[in-house]
């Protein structure tokens, strides 16, 4: 205990030491001095370390941050994903030292606009209260003389005065109130449809087409009963006639022929009743197992036509192709008459050479040759020629009958030419040259004025001669490869589709786009049923109307 008490009494001793010699040193002042050093006198802590002059004047830089001290630095979360506990290396630093919930409101809100639109109300109705207060004390002190020359005064000008004072007072006493602007409300979903809507329930359904039907019906009277008895009898009484002078050996060779045929034909008309049952039920059978295929086709359109001037595309379908006629050229393309989603493929050879039956006049046929000329045949003169068009230079390879106008046909070279005829008329009315040979073109069963063309650079080229008279509405290439040249195409009668055939056996099926197969116009006068069924147009109607599709191909006859 005695070495910790040794240092305080060597500090009192100094300290009282030193103040004696600053009483000593010190120079004789008047009063108040001793109040004077007293308020100038440091005051040291009694912890305060003494320090020398060098520590003092030792800098220490100290930073700072936005780094919340009392923070905590060691929170951990469980993660699911590794299945351990981790630390979270940012924990939020933000400390808050004052709050308070205010009620301020910014003009531009919709609550401003409000309040301020009620203030000017009652500033607007407070200004008209005061406005009449004075206007009624100005007419009460004017009563006075307005009366008295009003007495002076006709009696016809007293009721024309109280009525304007009237409409005055109501003018001045009716305040006039500013137009409530509306506020939309920014947060009502109804009116952004945020609502959601209940998906109906949709049925899922297959769909074939009926197989055919034929109905038959006779009546049988005694009369035709006994007709067919009387046949039967006569045919036995041949036969036994034919038995007496035939020799035993060929009665017996008889005998096994007539078993034979029996026996075949017993088994050929249970063949034929088979093969019409399994052909139905194989075409119910590939109808429902292939209907997203056989039906989805319908729905597959081209949207972008309605950015399109008047121009379509080809869209491909399907691709048909037999390993037997491998590398075979496409030399006939043909739909079936009954069945439309049916058609057959020729192949073989390629040659030059074509012909096409009138529509109409049964007796009537285009013939083409190798030498470019065309031939107008009938099946009543058969030793000379109707007539002799000298259409190309090069072989012909295709001609068409208009199945709309009975005096239009077509035809294609391998001159690259495309020529429109009139059979009354030597010379083509329309030429088209489409830069390479053409192998074949074919009329839109659905329009008088659209026609296709292929050529063998692997191109189909589509006209509508009521769109442009002049230029293709869509050139397409639809091969894969540049060196297959495409022989033959042909319309479906009934379905948007075209197929095509090139020189390697391939058969393209593709769909024309909607402003490929625009519908003529209805005609104004009603027409038969079977005149709608074959979009039939007479020559009449197209020549006569200038809105008609074939209207074109008349002024150029003319």
């Known amino acids: 205990m005695a070495p910790k008490q040794q240092p305080r009494k060597q500090s009192t001793t100094v300290s009282r030491g030193a103040r004696k010699r600053d009483e000593d040193s010190g120079t004789e002042v008047g ?10 006198a440091t005051v040291r802590p009694p912890d305060q370390l003494e320090l020398t002059d060098a520590e003092l004047k030792e800098e220490f830089t100290r930073i700072l941050t936005a780094n919340n001290p009392h923070a905590p630095q060691n929170i951990v ?5 590794e299945g351990t506990y981790k630390l979270i290396g940012f924990v939020n630093q933000l ?6 919930v205010g009620n301020l409101i910014p003009k531009d809100s919709d609550e401003g606009r409000r309040q301020h639109y009620r203030d000017e109300l009652v500033a607007g109705s407070q200004e008209s209260a005061k406005v009449t207060v004075s206007e009624t004390e100005l007419l009460e002190e004017e009563e006075g003389p307005k009366e008295a020359e009003a007495e002076t005064g006709s009696q016809t000008d007293v009721p024309a005065a109280e009525a304007a004072e009237k409409v005055a007072e109501e003018e001045l006493t009716t305040p006039k109130q500013p137009k409530e602007r509306k506020l939309t409300n920014q947060f009502n979903f109804s009116e952004r449809a945020s609502q959601t809507f209940n998906n109906p329930l949709r049925d899922r359904e297959c769909q074939m087409e009926p197989p055919p ?27 036994k006639e034919k038995e007496k002078t035939k020799t035993p050996v060929a009665k017996k060779m008889g005998k096994m022929a007539m078993r034979k045929t029996t026996s075949m034909e ?4 249970d063949i034929t009743k088979v093969t019409q049952a399994a052909k139905i039920v194989e075409r119910m059978v590939n109808q429902n197992t292939y209907d997203d295929i056989a039906q989805g086709f319908k729905y597959y359109e081209d949207a972008a036509d309605e950015y399109r001037d008047q121009e379509g595309t080809l869209l491909p379908l399907w691709k048909f192709q037999n390993d037997k006629a491998k590398r075979l050229a496409v030399t006939a393309l043909c ?28 007796y009537m046929f285009l013939v083409g040759t190798e030498e470019g000329k065309i031939y107008k045949c009938s099946k009543s003169y058969s030793s000379q020629f109707l007539d002799t068009y000298d259409a190309h230079n090069m072989a012909v390879d295709a001609v068409s009958w208009n199945p709309y106008h009975t005096k239009v046909f077509m035809s294609c070279s391998s001159d690259w030419t495309v020529k429109i005829w009139d059979h009354t008329i030597k010379t083509p009315m329309f030429i088209y040259d489409l830069n390479s040979a053409v192998g ?5 069963p659905y329009s008088s004025t659209v026609f296709a063309a292929v050529t063998t650079d692997g191109k189909t080229h589509v006209f509508d001669l009521s769109i442009n008279k002049y230029e293709a509405i869509c050139n397409q290439p639809v091969v894969a490869k540049k060196k297959n040249k495409i022989t033959h195409v042909q ?20 769909k024309l786009s909607p402003n490929l197969r625009k519908m003529p116009k209805d005609s104004s006068q009603p027409a038969s049923p079977g005149d709608l069924q074959r979009r039939q147009l007479t020559q009449r109607e197209l020549c006569g109307s200038p809105g008609r599709h074939v209207s074109v191909l008349c002024s150029a006859a003319r």
């Open 266 to 269: 017993s088994q050929s008309d």
């Open 95 to 100: 400390a808050v030292h004052y709050s308070q």
């Open 213 to 239: 039907r034929t109905n038959f019906s006779a009546t049988a009277n005694q009369w035709e009963i006994y007709d067919a008895y009387v046949e039967e009898l006569e045919k036995q009484e041949k036969t």
């Open 31 to 40: 009063e108040g001095t001793d109040e004077w050093a007293q308020s100038k």
């Open 335 to 362: 739909w079936n008459p009954k069945y439309k989603d049916l058609f057959a493929v020729g192949h073989g050879s390629c040659c030059g050479t074509a012909f096409d039956f009138h529509k109409e006049i049964d």
């Open 77 to 81: 979360r469980y993660s699911f994903k």
């Open 440 to 444: 074949d073109v074919a009329w839109a």
């Open 491 to 510: 319309f479906n009668p009934i379905h948007p589709i075209i197929i095509v055939g090139d020189d390697r056996g391939h058969v393209t099926c593709l």
